[in-house]
């Protein structure tokens, strides 16, 4: 697949199809080949130069304005392609119409060429000025490398602040001080990473730790790695650093030999600042050995993959935190007014403002509030306070900020970079859900496809390294992945006037305030939250646009406007309705389709006409049953509707291209059947399943639909992601009445799933066939009760990595956990009291996530349990526990005495724990707590013996 690139626009993906519609008969057109021909040569060398300049942080006017004229021509031509190949159509099956029909079309066919040959003629010659302008001032010099055109390290001011003038500084150092005092008795070297995104103040803190540790070592070193690294010169400034002289040495080897050297019997403390990649870490870690003496590293870096590298076997890295409101707001005033007190009475809404924009990120507060040193008057703030968001770091006065923000930009590669500034496309503190980013970038042709991985999977590598840099901010994280992110508001900021730059994405705030006339806008996003209807100035052309995102009110414009869209989405567009959606069947090119509001009641069936189409997302409408011409999307990869939506008979089986179903109901027997269609899909890897119906009310019958259901579903060997929710029996009657059997259900030898999740949906015990299942690595169920065969069961599964389990109780009133040797999260929820749970010794040896959901009234609930034997899991770093009491009243956990019990052991017991986990106590409340006899007691008194089911 070729890329589309925010510095190149379609140049790739522009000479690709030049190249392939030469092997067309298209072509065979009188003039059109030999055109295309020189298209094609003539935009291939452009091309070499656009990707050379895409790497220079600053280019003078003549060139940018040349990079601007090129990257538009691309998005001409290639619409002007695309437009042909609709136009003329699929000439194959040509000759066998007959009659009037077959010769009109011809004669249409025939003057379509001719337009789009001259059409061809005149972007022949904007190409030709283009390249002779290129040839006039010799653009093939080498751009400069990012940060060659700073003559000063934004950076360095951090290793020289004086520590009077820092706000928030004191507990990471502390902090930090305590891990140093911990693995003082160790010999071995230990290396701490710092990470965090930049302007956190990473190097201020590392700074302030190695002023003060630094008389406890004999040998120190503070040296900065920076994104384009010199080893040689950092092996120098190291040994300088040290005391000692590198000589004549140039070669890499004989430096490191001779700090090696030097270190041999020292004890000593290095900090390695921003570190970019492993690369060089590996590099300068060959000369800072294991001398056995007790020494140190610090590292500091934006990229938590590269701090967890850095860490090694230890795996403890230091994760620096935003300033909580109070610090950011002493800083701000220290800064602004030179006291951390002064705050006047008319600045007071504008200033707490100002701060909820920075978030907490030192550089920003610090660069804000360093424009408003000594001003008072409240309009000035209000403009600083409007620049956030459109035009700060254009703003020269910021110029330290967007420098260092612009490092870790320019240090992405040219796909992700794109991928980040999209990002643009979102307002601020938007929660931006990652399936609906990947899919869009996806439909946009951002993403570069690897061998054996799609499009979609390269997509969520892109997402997860903006995290890992520190760039956009997990959201909504289950099983260690996030649902979501959100992108601050600073470097939002920053991205928005990139994009702007690039003319990749144009906001209709910047409309407002004006642009060139003839503008050709590429990717649209409206926002408007305050009027009834907006109208897009006349200057703007929008027949090019490429993508349309609408946040609010409608706009008056038909789709008409916008012949050339890729990605439509009206999921936040209010008072959307059907009459809106007339002339979707125009859009040609729409591969993402996006609606979310109750007023959409039916698709048109023009919806067909969409060849296309790779993403529908429906969810959020009131519409209850697609079109049959759904049929007609071949290229339909990801559905996504609402589960009460009913498919058309011997649909689903037809859309081959499938990947991705959510949510399918189950409300009848027709739709049940509906189920076997999706075995016949070959390509279909993400299914989530909703069963809400039920033939009658008893047990056997019941049992029967859901068996059967999950026996389907388990047989289909091509699924990855298996969704099943029986939204039924937890809505209708006690789920649990019917314990389920999965026994029968055994999936394929080639079975490949890697996510299973069965809710709401009790099962009467684990089946054998699981500890088979070699690629599982997500598992969530809900059981009546809990055995050691279970438990063997589950913890046999070699790559599982995500557990939860919800359960009534033990069997035998005990839950004995061992083995479970990849797993890293589990979440145990046990809904009765009187089960002992125990961590067996070497159960569980990468776990780092533990959350536990108990019912505890008095201690003989434990039935003897201490601690359950948490301290034996040393890996762990995040501990969540929920405890349901006893108590009168509202709900607190030093209220019941028996809860603050239970809880102050296993306090007490994680504390000791190596990685020192960050614990909470979440909110459990008031709850029904009995004994499990109890509970059957209770149960067969209402219900009956729910043991008998239980045999059954």
Excluded at 50 to 63: F, I, N, S, V, Y
Excluded at 803 to 810: D, H, K, N, S
Aim: hydrophobic share 40%.
């Amino acid at each position: 697949m070729v890329v589309v690139d925010a510095s190149t626009g379609v140049m790739n993906a522009l000479l690709c199809k030049l190249s392939k519609l030469l092997e067309d008969e298209y072509s065979r057109l009188k003039g059109v080949r030999r055109q295309i021909t020189f298209l094609r040569d003539e935009l291939s060398s452009m091309n070499a130069v656009l990707e050379t300049l895409a790497d220079a942080e600053q280019l003078d006017p003549l060139k940018t304005e040349w990079r601007d004229k090129v990257r538009e021509l691309s998005y001409d031509i290639e619409d002007c392609i695309d437009d042909f190949a609709d136009r003329v159509g699929d000439d194959r099956g040509e000759e066998l119409r007959t009659g009037l029909k077959g010769f009109f079309s011809k004669l249409r066919n025939l003057k379509a060429r001719r337009e789009i040959a001259g059409e061809i003629q005149q972007l022949k010659i904007r190409t030709v000025e283009a390249s002779e302008r290129r040839r006039r001032y010799d653009f093939l010099e080498p751009a400069p490398r990012s940060g060659a055109s700073c003559a000063i390290d934004p950076r360095l001011p951090a290793l020289y602040e004086d520590a009077a003038r820092l706000v928030g500084i004191d507990g990471p150092k502390e902090h930090i001080l305590g891990w140093f005092c911990k693995e003082k008795e160790h010999d071995d070297l230990k290396v701490l990473p710092i990470v965090g995104s930049g302007g956190l103040g990473k190097t201020t803190l590392a700074n302030q730790v190695y002023c003060q540790l630094k008389g406890q070592f004999q040998c120190m070193a503070l040296v900065s790695v920076s994104r384009n690294p010199n080893i040689q010169k950092i092996l120098r400034q190291m040994l300088t650093e040290f005391g000692i002289s590198g000589g004549a040495l140039d070669d890499e080897r004989q430096l490191i030999d001779r700090i090696r050297d030097h270190l041999k019997d020292k004890r000593y403390l290095v900090v390695i600042d921003d570190v970019w990649d492993v690369e060089a870490w590996k590099a300068i870690r060959l000369a800072l050995f294991n001398n056995k003496c007790g020494s140190r590293i610090i590292t500091t870096t934006r990229n938590a993959a590269v701090a967890s590298y850095c860490s090694g076997d230890s795996s403890y890295v230091y994760q620096m935190e935003s300033l909580n409101s109070a610090d950011s707001r002493r800083l701000f005033f220290k800064r602004a007014f030179g006291s951390e007190e002064v705050c006047y009475p008319h600045l007071e809404e504008v200033s707490n403002q100002i701060l909820a924009k920075c978030g907490g990120l030192p550089l920003a507060i610090i660069t804000l509030s360093s424009l408003l040193a000594d001003k008072h008057a409240k309009d000035e703030w209000n403009r600083v306070l409007t620049a956030i968001g459109s035009a700060l770091a254009n703003d020269p006065n910021a110029g330290n900020m967007t420098k260092i923000l612009s490092l870790s930009y320019f240090d992405l590669s040219h796909h992700v970079r794109t991928c980040l500034l999209y990002l643009s496309v979102f307002p601020e503190d938007h929660r931006v859900d990652k399936q609906r980013l990947i899919s869009r970038w996806v439909a946009e042709g951002f993403i570069h496809e690897e061998q054996g991985r799609s499009a979609y999977e390269v997509g969520k590598g892109y997402f997860n390294d903006l995290i890992n840099k520190n760039l956009i901010q997990p959201v909504d994280v289950e099983y260690g992945q996030p649902k979501a992110c959100r992108v601050h508001d600073i470097i939002l900021d920053f991205i928005t006037c990139k994009a702007a730059e690039e003319n990749f994405v144009t906001l209709f705030d910047s409309v407002e305030h004006g642009q060139a006339s003839d503008y050709r806008v590429r990717r649209l996003c409206v926002e408007n939250r305050n009027s009834n209807k907006v109208t897009i100035p006349t200057s703007l052309i929008l027949s090019h646009v490429r993508s349309l995102t609408v946040f609010g009110h409608c706009m008056k414009e038909s789709l008409l406007t916008f012949p050339t869209l890729r990605v439509l989405d009206l999921g936040e567009c209010w008072e959307l309705e059907n009459h809106h959606l007339a002339n979707i069947g125009k859009l040609l090119h729409l591969k993402y389709l996006r609606l979310g509001q109750s007023r959409i009641t039916e698709l048109p069936r023009k919806i067909g006409e969409l060849r296309y189409l790779e993403t529908l997302d429906i969810r959020g409408t009131r519409i209850q049953e697609l079109p049959p011409t759904i049929a007609r999307l071949q290229r339909l990869a990801h559905l996504h509707v609402n589960h009460m939506i009913r498919f058309p008979d011997s649909v689903i089986g037809q859309m081959q291209s499938l990947e991705e179903v959510e949510d399918f109901g189950v409300f009848s027997y027709e739709q049940g059947k509906c189920l076997q269609e999706f075995s016949q899909l070959s390509k279909l890897r993400t299914l989530k399943v909703a069963n809400g119906w039920s033939p009658d009310t008893t047990k056997r019958s019941r049992l029967e639909v859901i068996e059967g259901y999950l026996g389907t579903l388990l047989s289909s060997c091509n699924l990855r992601h298996l969704y099943f929710l029986d939204s039924y029996g937890g809505a209708s009657l006690p789920a649990y009445r019917y314990p389920v059997s999965l026994e029968s259900s055994c999936p394929t030898d080639t079975c490949i799933l890697r996510k299973l999740h069965i809710t709401y949906c009790y099962i009467d015990k684990v089946p054998s066939w699981m500890s088979l299942l070699e690629n599982l690595r997500e598992l969530n169920l809900y059981m009546f009760s809990m055995g050691s065969e279970d438990v063997a069961i589950l913890g046999a599964i070699p790559s599982l990595l995500f557990l939860e389990l919800r359960t009534f109780f033990g069997t035998n009133g005990r839950i004995v956990l061992a083995g479970f040797r990849s797993l890293k999260y589990f979440d145990l929820e046990i809904f009765c009291c009187g089960t002992l749970l125990e961590f067996e010794a070497g159960s569980m040896p990468n776990l780092e996530h533990l959350k536990l959901e108990l019912r505890v009234h008095k201690m003989e609930c434990l039935n003897g349990a201490s601690d359950f034997g948490i301290h034996r899991l040393s890996t762990l770093n995040k501990v969540e526990i929920s405890i349901y009491g006893d108590t009168d009243g509202v709900y607190d956990l030093y209220e019941d005495i028996t809860v603050k019990c239970v809880a102050s052991r296993l306090e007490t017991a994680i504390e000791k724990l190596p990685n020192h986990p960050a614990l909470s106590f979440l909110p459990g409340g008031l709850s029904p707590c009995l004994h499990f006899e109890k509970f059957i007691e209770s149960y067969n008194r209402r219900y009956g013996d729910p043991m008998e089911y239980w045999r059954l």
